[in-house]
């Protein structure tokens, strides 16, 4: 554990900056040696020192069976900081060597001169009698002129943890000239056991009049704070008291980079204007010196920084957007700030984040915007997204119909974004929720209705098909004059209203089904049939009526207008008919298709020799042939 403290003259104005800073650097074990103008002692590059040497290190360990303190780091704490760890000669001796160099210090100024010392033996060394460090600075000139009285730091004791003390004194440069200073360290204390300590940071600051500065006057606030993107105008104020003879150099130090001067700006008033401000740390202070010593920093002193610190706004990242079903949650989270405001449908302004919405309705349908707030108080631009909540589905679906096979109707539903019915048979668009049905057979539809995601819902609807009307008179009929016949009539459809047949003409029943017929004639028979709501149909029969035929076995084809021709009787009923007539020894003597003209016993124009001819008749309506004979008579 380290602990600091400050003895000796003190500045009661303010200071510049290190016009030299010894720090001795940094790295690793050991540290290079200081020249001979530095120091007369011996340097050792390793392990403790023995009396009348030194090391420069960045840390030691608890040398001398422990009579040290374990020094772990220099006295700032800088990573692998160097430090001067002394085991004093025996004989009190000057130890340390510190020269300016010429025209390095400013002429008639006052300068603090201090470095920072510590006693690294133990209260226990040498049986709690160990000799105390006791040193004593000389500052002069090169030529021995003192500049002040030597200043002693008297006997600095041992402690339980390493105390690092600040010792400084003052004194002033020559008027007539920049002659270099030389300050001396002497050790007072005989060594031997004890007399032990370590040296760091050693300082040259100019040392002037107390100087005042604040924001408004020279007695207002030392700091000023801003949001990122604001805009300010500040005053700063500055006054040297008890001093009307100083000139002034305004500097600043941007985001810790190193104070730098801003030209023009000499006055002790300086005007800063922030437009749009960058976060970050700025820093201002006034330098002042006597006339024209004002241009050399060596010379000037400062008053404390005053600050102003642009606060950054927080930085919020994206919030996707979210999609949900009704009566589901909502949870929006923002995240980058201290503290948060939400806004939004359906909702009041509210600082919860995560802002919950605990069952989502399509009011809360649209953009949320949150505006987030660092600890400084500063608000971030406005980040949105975009909340969608999907209705709860209230499927509908039309009512079922009823239509005539081979018609269409067209379903409706509604309710929901998506639509798929099955069966598809039957649909044009089964993903439409208004598909167009025209199914051969009754069929029931079941429609799935959904909404991106969200549970679906099904609704069912039936299309019943009726039938059309289908008459079937049934097959063609063929009887012989004076027979009967019965026609075999075939329905089929739905809600039949009824059936009949036409004409009514020799039949026994026209409103049955399978009625006798009894016709004298070719006649053409209807079925018909009627519908509900399918209209009607119907069907045609046809029966041929074949007449009774008589075939005369002579006739005398002589011209005497008398049965001169073979007239069989009703075979011209018969115009498919093949008639074929033979003489006794089988030639063919006569042939004809149909019976327009009765044959008249000749043969290709010649008369025919009266006798027996034999003759086969096929009436070709699916009877047998008849055969025969026939006697020409002359």
């Known amino acids: 554990m380290l602990s600091f403290h400050t003895y000796g003259q003190t500045c009661t104005g303010s200071l510049g900056d290190p016009v030299i800073n010894e720090t001795f650097g940094a790295g690793s074990n050991p540290g290079p040696a200081l020249s001979g103008q530095q120091t007369n002692m011996t340097y050792l590059n390793a392990g403790c020192p023995n009396d009348g040497s030194y090391t420069i290190a960045n840390s030691s360990g608890n040398c001398f069976g422990n009579a040290w303190h374990l020094l772990t780091q220099d006295h700032t704490g800088n990573p692998n900081g160097y430090m001067m760890i002394i085991n004093a000669s025996v004989a009190p001796s000057i130890f340390f060597t510190q020269q300016t160099n010429v025209g390095e210090l400013c002429p008639n100024t006052t300068y603090e001169f201090a470095a920072y010392i510590a006693n690294i033996c133990l209260p226990s060394t040498c049986g709690g009698k160990s000799i105390p460090p006791n040193i004593t ?10 500049l002040s009285p030597p200043y002693n730091t008297g006997d600095i004791q041992t402690s339980s943890t390493v105390q690092w003390v600040r010792y400084h004194t003052f004194f002033t440069t020559p008027a007539n000239g920049t002659q270099a200073v030389v300050v001396k360290m002497s050790n007072n204390a005989p060594g031997g056991c004890g007399n032990d300590f370590a040296l760091d940071d050693i300082t040259f600051r100019a040392c002037g009049p107390v100087i005042e500065a604040g924001f408004g006057s020279n007695l207002g606030p030392a700091t000023e704070t801003l949001c990122q993107g604001a805009s300010a105008d500040y005053t700063l104020n500055t006054s040297v008291v008890g001093n009307n003879t100083s ?52 010379c000037r002193v400062y008053c ?107 379903l409706s539903s509604s309710g929901g974004k998506y639509y798929k019915w099955a069966p598809s048979t039957g649909l044009d668009h089964p993903d439409s929720p208004n598909p167009v049905a025209s199914p051969l057979q009754t069929t029931t539809y079941t429609v799935h209705i959904s909404n991106d995601g969200c549970a679906d819902s099904s609704k069912t609807v039936t299309v019943t098909v009726n039938q059309n009307p289908v008459a079937n008179a049934g097959s063609n009929k063929a009887i012989f004059e004076g027979q009967s016949v019965k026609l075999v009539g075939v329905i089929k459809g739905d809600n039949i209203t009824g059936f009949f047949w036409s004409p009514s003409t020799f039949l026994d029943d026209p409103k049955s089904l399978t009625p006798v017929a009894t016709p004298t004639d070719d006649i053409t028979y209807t079925l018909n049939l009627t519908s509900l709501s399918c209209g009607t149909s119907s069907s045609n029969v046809f029966i041929r009526v074949y007449k009774k035929i008589t075939i005369p076995n002579a006739f005398s084809p002589n011209n005497d207008g008398t049965n001169d021709y073979w007239n069989i009787d009703a075979l011209v009923t018969y115009p498919d008919c093949s008639l074929v007539v033979y003489n006794r020894y089988g030639q063919q003597v006569y042939q004809s298709t149909g019976y327009s003209k009765p044959w008249d016993g000749t043969y290709n124009g010649s008369l025919l020799p009266p006798g027996t001819y034999y003759y086969i008749l096929d009436l070709k309506n699916n009877t047998p042939k008849i055969s025969g004979w026939v006697v020409v008579v002359r």
Not at 326 to 338: D, Q
Request: overall charge negative; charged content about 10%; aromatic content about 8%.
């Open 247 to 298: 000139f002034f150099q305004w500097q600043i130090n941007t985001n810790g980079a190193g104070w730098t001067d801003m030209p023009g700006n000499t006055a002790d008033v300086l005007h800063i204007l922030f437009n749009n401000a960058i976060p970050g740390i700025y820093q201002y202070r006034v330098g002042i010196a006597n006339g024209s010593d004002i241009t050399s920093e060596h």
């Open 304 to 410: 404390s920084p005053l600050t102003v610190t642009v606060n950054p706004y927080p930085v919020v990242p994206p919030i996707a957007n979210q999609t949900v079903c009704e009566t589901y949650p909502v949870t929006l989270t923002a995240s980058g700030g201290a503290s948060y405001t939400w806004t939004g449908p359906g909702i009041q302004p509210t600082s919860q984040n995560p802002l919950v919405i605990n069952s989502a309705t399509p009011a809360n349908t649209g953009t949320y915007t949150v505006v987030a707030m660092s600890d400084k108080g500063c608000s971030a631009p406005p980040v949105q997204t975009y909340v969608n909540v999907i209705p709860k589905i209230v499927p509908g679906v039309s009512p079922d119909v009823t239509i005539c096979a081979g018609e269409t109707t067209q």
């Open 137 to 146: 600075f000389t500052i002069e000139t090169t030529d021995g002129t003192l």
